[in-house]
C-alpha cells in the first residue's frame, strides 16, 4: 500500500479552505493514509472518492482522529453510509480537536489488496 496527497490552502474574508488530493495505489480493506497540516477543528463539505482499478466492486472511505480508529469510539468523525465505485458527498462533517493536526482515513474497498483510488477532500477550518 502507497499514498501520497497533496495540499492547496485558500481564504476569502478570513476563511481558509483545505484542498486535499489523496493518491492511493494497491490498497487493502485496512489500509490507512494520514494526513497532516489539516485545520484543528473544520468542516468537511466534500469528499469525493473514486475506485479507479484493482479488483473491489466498491469502497466505504472511513476518517477519524486517530490512527486505528472504528465507528464505536469517541474519535470516530464519519463513514460513508452506502459503498460504491464512486463518491461524491456534499454533506458537511464537522470535526474537533485533531491532535498535531493529523487526520486518518480508510478507503477501505471490498475485496483485494489492488486497488486504486483518488480522494479530493475539501475542508473549511472553523472555531471550536
Known amino acids: 500500500m502507497a499514498f501520497t496527497f497533496t ?14 488530493t489523496i493518491t492511493e495505489t494497491l490498497i487493502a480493506a485496512a489500509s490507512e493514509w494520514t494526513l497532516t497540516g489539516c485545520p484543528i477543528n473544520g468542516r468537511i463539505v466534500s469528499y469525493i472518492a473514486d475506485l479507479t482499478g484493482g479488483s473491489a466492486a466498491t469502497i466505504q472511505p472511513f476518517l477519524s482522529r486517530i490512527t486505528g480508529g472504528t465507528t464505536t469510539d469517541v474519535d470516530f468523525i464519519s463513514q460513508q453510509a452506502a459503498a460504491a465505485a464512486y463518491i461524491n458527498d456534499q454533506s458537511q ?18 475485496a483485494g489488496a489492488d486497488n486504486n483510488v483518488t480522494t479530493s477532500l475539501l475542508i473549511i477550518e472553523s472555531v471550536a
Open 7 to 20: 495540499r492547496t490552502i485558500s481564504g476569502y474574508a478570513g476563511i481558509r479552505a483545505y484542498h486535499y
Open 93 to 110: 462533517v464537522v470535526y474537533v480537536g485533531l491532535t498535531g493536526g493529523e487526520l486518518f482515513g480508510l478507503t477501505t474497498p471490498d
